[in-house]
């Protein structure tokens, strides 16, 4: 009897813990909307500030991410053409190429770049300004924090996964172009043909909203789960910890449910 | 308290630690009266350079001492422009002065503006007033 009480009140106790996660989640989200569509939020210090998170989220690691797509794209065109001329699908390749990297592994690499450099930072920033008050005193001085410091890493984050993922795509487009056809410019009619049979309006659309949704969850996660953080400096590893297996789980079901939607 | 009346300088309302003391003080300007990122600059470095202070605009919180950072925050609170200014608990951020005459010292450079200013302290600490 025992054993069954201790049971209820454990699953109880976890379904009211991912009760106040979503609703906390969602409040927040809701409360990014509402300041999204005030106009007074749109002046020129939240638009500074906007520029400043896409620097830092995206400018900054430009080199990095550049070469990480090169080294994957690389690995990854070899290994589909090889296995295209193996099972003699070799005119098919081009069509695989575009479809496994540009549309689903490329968006989801670079979502992960970013929640790993930009997503822990934010949470850590976010359970640090709770923790020591920083948020309040900014309250008091009626500088918005959703407005001055949520918002602009949002909008940052979203510019950032949809800027690196296109600029990626076309270094990997070259790449591909340049493993199959080499330096000729034979292939190229043939090329730009399984592009644009690959990427409908339909396809492009559906990239895009992934892309949102993977900068909504890299930055609104982290920042949700900051704000949770209890005013206590040794909860900033546990809120950072929280934040950032939220963030891939997140990451994981977009990719899934982006790949049902797709293919199923 | 209402929060429109009463600007605040207090251990428990700190800088915006990743800001410079004129980013701090220029927040309010930016956000609240829409300057540009110029002009809200220009209004901190003056602001501090009456505080006497202008050598800290660029030193971020963990940077400074621990008047330096009163001064800051007092230069947010005075750019507030609120009615009321209400320093609490002096002593737990001028640890390191003798705080009642560095405070009358400021508030001397100030006199000509229009915010009540208001000192809450210990009880146990009025000596040090005389």
Known sequence: MEFLLNFVERTGAKAMGWWSTSYGVLAFLSEVLSTLARPATWNRATLDTIIKQIYFTAVQILHVYLIYVLAISWVIITITLSTARDVGLFDAATEMIIRVLLLELLPFLTALLIALRSGSAINTEVALMKVNNELDALSHCRVEPMQFEFLPRIIGGIASVIGLTVLGSVLTLILAYLSIYGLSTSGFAAFSNTISSVFSVGVLAGVAVKCVFFGLALTTLPMAAGLETPKKLFMVPVSVLRGMMRVFLALVLIEVVSLALEYI | ?130
């Open chain 2, 1 to 130: 308290m209402p929060g429109d009346q009463a600007a605040l300088v207090s251990p428990d309302l700190p800088l915006r630690a990743n800001l410079s003391a004129r980013e701090n003080i220029a927040l309010i300007p930016l956000y609240q009266r829409h300057y540009s990122a110029g002009e809200a600059a220009r209004q901190a470095q003056a602001l501090l350079e009456q505080l006497g202070f202008a050598t800290i605009a660029d030193k971020r919180d963990p940077d400074m001492s621990p008047s330096e950072r009163f001064v800051a925050k007092l230069g947010r609170a005075l750019i507030l422009r609120r009615p009321r200014l209400v320093i609490e608990r002096p002593g737990a951020m001028l640890y390191d002065i003798h705080y009642p005459a560095f405070l009358r010292e400021i508030a001397a450079r100030f006199e000509d503006t229009p915010a009540n200013w208001e000192v809450f302290d210990f009880d146990w600490n009025r000596p040090l007033y005389d």
